[in-house]
T-cell receptor, first 113, second 111 residues
Framework: NAGVTQTPKFQVLKTGQSMTLQCAQD?????MYWYRQDPGMGLRLIYYSASEGTTDKGEVPNGYNVSRLNKREFSLRLESAAPSQTSVYFC????????????FGAGSRLTVL | SQKIEQNSEALNIQEGKTATLTCNYTNYSPAYLQWYRQDPGRGPVFLLLIRENEKEKRKERLKVTFDTTLKQSLFHITASQPADSATYLC??????????FGTGTRLKVLA
């Protein structure tokens, strides 16, 4: 099993450009999450999807949109990138029932110039 | 609003000693609390979960306590090793789908 796969791993954008970060999980998890991590700020929740067909805002949703394409895939879109969105982005999925543990992807490092 | 505090300063400890990390939370009542480890350049990895009705949980050299009165969890690593050096994150969770993390504490175990 691959777990949680994020693409791309690295991306450089110019201010105003758009892009989509892709995330896919193969563990049949219902819930999926997008976080950003900045030095000294820890992990901050951007959006989450409790189940296929639903999405909700987290702590820092401004400037982002998400799509829960199907049970496996949850994408994060930056419509008009800003330097403040330079960060490392992590996708995670949550097992259904049981300990409700999050499994994270390896991260996507985004730089906006 | 909900607030989660972890010591933002790095914790340096000598090999073989016990490392103790603190997680304090305010303005909510989590049903359980999770601890994760994060190595540089990688995503966090789950370590331990403790429920509100449990006082203590152990896994090998790891021990977690959960005091719902103090609104605090302590994470202990006994007989620490240089390989334990990492950032440790706590996530008090109220049973909803919204998982919020503390800022993490960086631990460095000196050989």
């Amino acid at each position: 099993n691959a777990g949680v796969t994020q693409t791309p791993k690295f991306q450089v954008l110019k201010t105003g450009q758009s892009m989509t970060l892709q995330c896919a999980q193969d563990m049949n998890h219902n819930s999926m999450y997008w976080y950003r991590q900045d030095p000294g700020m820890g992990l901050r929740l951007i959006y989450y999807s409790a189940s296929e067909g639903t999405t909700d805002k987290g702590e820092v949703p401004n400037g982002y949109n998400v799509s829960r394409l199907n049970k496996r895939e949850f994408s994060l879109r930056l419509e008009s990138a800003a330097p403040s969105q330079t960060s490392v982005y992590f996708c995670a999925s949550r097992e259904s029932g049981g300990a409700n543990v999050l499994t994270f992807g390896a991260g996507s490092r985004l730089t906006v110039l | 609003s909900q607030k989660i505090e972890q010591n933002s300063e790095a914790l340096n400890i000598q090999e073989g000693k016990t490392a103790t990390l603190t997680c304090n939370y305010t303005n909510y009542s989590p049903a359980y609390l999770q601890w994760y480890r994060q190595d540089p350049g990688r995503g966090p990895v789950f370590l331990l979960l403790i429920r509100e009705n449990e006082k203590e949980k152990r896994k090998e050299r790891l021990k977690v306590t959960f005091d719902t009165t103090l609104k605090q969890s302590l994470f202990h690593i006994t007989a620490s090793q240089p390989a334990d050096s990492a950032t440790y994150l706590c996530a008090p969770t109220s049973g909803t789908y919204k998982y919020i993390f503390g800022t993490g504490t960086r631990l460095k175990v000196l050989a």
